[in-house]
């Protein structure tokens, strides 16, 4: 399977700490991209990240990639209750997305 | 609003029965998919369509069919749906079905076959 990972499976912390959950992957890809679902909902799409850039801002989201190693991280600083949901990461491969198993985020006020 | 629609949100269904779940959506994708998610095994893509009249299995596609008519429907049919169906299934939908592409997902059907 082509499906990455995401570690840890689960993570709570106190609002305003940072959260990072890192996504490994198997193949090469053209870019990777995290997604949110909020319980039960569908995802969403959060950022997309090249394969030739390191790191990439979005608001409170800090994204990193390394291709050698075949890895990224999501940091998210300042966090908050609205943040809890759980974190996807997904890469192209042929005609197909492949998703990463999930990291669960609580964030308690 | 742009969005991808499915239908019904939740199913209570026997072994056997026959189903279909609809899903549309409105932005002129191209590409369409089916995925299933299971606790643990994260989402798994059931088929997919790059355009009117193209499928393709994903991972996942035993027991399961699909159509592809018109551009903005794709519609999953489980022909004989079994326990092991029960799932949360969602479609999605992107531009091109490329690896820039980012996809936009419906808001599930909640699916358990008794």
């Known amino acids: 399977s082509q499906q990455g990972e995401e570690d840890p499976q689960a993570l709570s912390i106190q609002e305003g700490e940072n959260a990072t959950m890192n996504c490994s992957y198997k193949?090469?890809?053209?870019?990777l991209q995290w997604y949110r679902q909020n319980s039960g909902r569908g995802l969403v799409h959060l950022i997309l990240?090249?394969?030739?850039?390191r790191e990439k801002h979005s608001g409170r989201l800090r994204v990193t990639l390394d291709t050698s190693k075949k890895s990224s991280s999501l940091l998210i600083t300042a966090s908050r209750a609205a943040d809890t949901a759980s974190y996807f990461c997904?890469?192209?491969?042929?005609?197909?997305?492949?998703f990463g198993t999930g990291t669960s985020l609580t964030v308690i006020p | 609003e742009a969005q991808v629609t499915q239908n019904p949100r939740y199913l209570i269904t026997v072994t056997g029965k026959k189903l279909t779940v609809t899903c549309s959506q409105n932005m002129n994708h191209e590409y369409m998919s089916w995925y299933r998610q299971d606790p643990g095994l994260g989402l798994r893509q059931i088929y997919y369509?790059?355009?009117?009249?193209?499928?393709d299995k994903g991972d996942v596609p035993e027991g399961y069919k699909v159509s592809r008519k018109e551009k903005r429907n794709f519609p999953l049919i489980l022909e004989s749906p079994s326990p092991n169906q029960t799932s949360l299934y969602f479609c999605a939908s992107s531009l091109l079905g490329s690896f820039a592409d980012t996809q936009y997902f419906g808001p599930g059907t909640r699916l358990t076959v008794l």
């Open positions: 997904a890469t192209w491969t042929g005609n197909q997305f492949y």
């Open positions: 369509s790059m355009n009117v009249e193209v499928t």
């Open positions: 193949t090469s890809i053209n870019n």
């Open positions: 990240i090249r394969s030739n850039e």
